[in-house]
DNA sequence: GTTAGGG
DNA sequence: CCCTAAC
């Protein structure tokens, strides 16, 4: 029976009906805004009397209510409850309760030295961190008395502010804890839920103490209980990505970065609701930004050191970055990798924060989802393209085509000996229907789209053997992105390329690979500049006094004559030497 | 669209 | 090989 959770008028309910209640009732020392806070879970007798709470109350609280605090009330009962299993550590050590203050501080550092409390500590940072992002700018405004409770609680401890506040029923902790019934002086920390029904009741102790004091809790996303796999979930409604990541402490810190990050911007409506998570956009609708004021007078600083202190912690962790291209592709492509259990799309569409737009591109459908940046939304491509760089013009060719007819299309006789090309790297082993069509082999695309340099290519029916071995293309079967196929060079290419390059000149690579690679259709003019690099680094590398060919010579890298090196580097002096303009 | 360079 | 800034 005796809880914290649930909501508040259970809660009412339960402490009325009964003789006695487990509870957590504010304490207060004898100088509160400068000591540091602390918590004692208590119960609260049938006459009143404040008794400490055994073990196994807390226990009780601890597995009943942390469960059944949920949803109505904005989770207000939820995270009291969530509060207690912080508060174990400390009453546990503490013993019957008669805690020294000042105890804020080892308290903290436990967090960082102590590992079997580190779980349960930093749950309430986080789970704190959340409110006191919950209670920033926004929803200071508050017009009830919630935001007076938040304000007031947090100058208790002005450098904890956002550790400590969050607590619903926050004790600081006197050094007196049987004489607890400090209640009128804990009051500087107004009820918040109660002060509607009671403003000042709680002035009065007895009475005070039939009411649970739900007052510091408000809308609170809580993420302290979640499995690992939720916080996962989480994460990704959060940061529109998967994660592997098991360590809940992380998962907890970065959803809570992500969220508070969000929550500041003004123009976002970011709540972040799901099962765990619940929206402060009603209360901050419900809260006008003129009323402001009215918290403001109370604790104009201790809020100001609230978002303060927050907001540098939030810029330690997390730094606000317009993301590139690159970025935003590199991050769905995280997803790609991610076994997903659900498909992405349904997944999405269950978060609320994390809008689904489905652009249909032709055949092709979209996926975007809406991040948010710098205070406003962009939407961003949730599924990479596959493929980066060149396959992507095989890609537009395939929107153009709207179909499998891929041969069909007969645009650029490049482009469309790459879009074969690369369809078939796409059908692969798996041999696609749509993409395999005809073109099985680079011959049949050669012989079709290529027939004028065939006659140029007398070389390529020797090469072709070696490039067609390469059938080896690269598969998408781990569904994962890979890199286009390698294909090593043969010799016979890199004796074209130098030809090339001695006929044309170095950097005339798309004349190159026109007129002597025209066969090769995997060779890109930058595969051929690449190449050249390479050789002339080998040539170099071979120059250099100290190192012979052989020895240094990489395993997989194929021979190259040192003819042929020799004419690399002949070419290269030559057009050192001949001016830019004049190659 | 190509090239040059860094990754 | 990939990616992209410069041409």
Known sequence: MGTVGGNVKDCREMFEGSAAQTRITPFSSTNQIKN???????????????????????????????????????????????????????????????????????????????????????????????????????????????????????????????????LQQPIPFSSDVQNGCNVDQSNTVEPCSNAAASPKETAAPPADAQRPDFSL????????????????????????????????????????????????????????????????????????????????????????????????????????????????????ENDEKQPVVTSKDQKLSEKSDVRSISVSLGTRVTVTRVVSLAGSEIEVPYVSLVRRSRPRENIMALMECHSSCLEAKASSGESNMLYSEVLKSASGPDQKESATSSSNNEEDVLTEVDQDMETENIDSSGNSSDDNNNIGLPTMQGGGLRRKHHRAWTLSEVTQLVEGVAKYGAGKWSEIKNLSFSSHSYRTPVDLKDKWRNLLLRTNFAQSPSNIMGSLKKHGSMHIPMQLLLQVRELAEKQALVPRNHR
């Open 217 to 332: 809790v408000r809308g609170e996303i809580c993420l302290n209980n979640l499995p690992i796999k939720a916080l996962q979930e989480t994460f990704k409604a959060t940061f529109g990505r998967e994660t592997t990541v098991k360590d809940k402490t992380w998962l907890k810190r970065r959803i809570t970065t992500g969220l508070t990050n969000s929550c500041n911007v003004p123009t976002t409506n970011l709540t972040i609701k799901d099962k765990k998570l619940v929206g402060n956009q009603d209360k901050a609708n419900d809260a006008p930004p003129s009323s402001t004021d009215n918290s403001n007078g109370h604790s104009n600083a201790s809020g100001h050191s609230l978002t303060e202190d927050f907001s540098s912690e939030e810029r330690a962790a997390k730094r606000v970055r317009k993301p590139t291209r690159r970025y935003i592709e590199e991050l769905s």
């Open 36 to 166: 540091p806070v602390a918590y004692k879970l208590v119960r609260v007798a049938g006459d009143g009397r404040l008794v400490p709470a055994t073990d196994e109350e807390i226990f009780k609280v601890n597995e009943t209510d942390m469960h059944t605090a949920s949803d109505a009330c904005q989770s207000v009962g939820s995270l009291s409850a969530q509060g207690l299993p912080s508060q174990l550590p400390q009453l546990e050590e503490t013993s019957q309760g008669l805690l020294q203050s000042g105890c804020v501080e080892p308290y903290t550092e436990q967090v960082n030295s102590q590992p079997e409390y580190n779980e349960q500590m930093l749950q309430k940072v986080e789970q704190d961190e959340r409110l006191a992002m919950v209670h920033s700018p926004h929803m200071l405004s508050a017009p009830d008395a919630n935001s007076q409770c938040c304000n007031e609680t947090s100058m208790f401890n002005e450098d904890h502010v956002h550790h400590e506040p969050s």
